[in-house]
Nanobody, 115 residues
């Protein structure tokens, strides 16, 4: 079992920044992918960014120039820096991890971009 706990969400004004962090615990040896998805109200969950065990990243098109993902295997964390935030970035952000072909999700953390 892999447990994922997100932190750092909240309310931010348009143009502002937010730093999300996710810490993994439990049976976390040999985690392959770690990353973030998000889900806006009334929409499907979508990929934000993923980092594999070799450090390669996969990112959504909307990420470019505004989001940065980082993974620290020594601390078992995967973090997401979001800059120049837009109202359409609002939603629940979920931490994601894969171990031995099984997918694990955090409970999600709410991000609201509003003035």
């Amino acid at each position: 079992q892999v447990n994922l706990v997100e932190s750092g969400g909240g309310l931010v004004q348009p143009g502002g920044s937010l730093y999300l962090s996710c810490e993994a615990s439990g049976d976390i040896a040999i985690l392959s992918d770690m990353g973030w998805y998000r889900q806006a109200p009334g929409k499907q969950r979508e990929l934000v960014a993923i980092v594999d065990s070799a450090g390669r990243t996969t990112t959504a098109d909307f990420v470019k120039g505004r989001f940065a993902i980082s993974r620290d295997d020594a601390k078992d964390t995967v973090d997401l820096q979001i800059d120049k935030m837009k109202p359409e970035d609002s939603g629940v952000y979920y931490c994601y991890a894969v171990r031995r072909g099984l997918t694990y999700w955090g409970t999600g953390i709410l991000v609201t971009v509003s003035s």
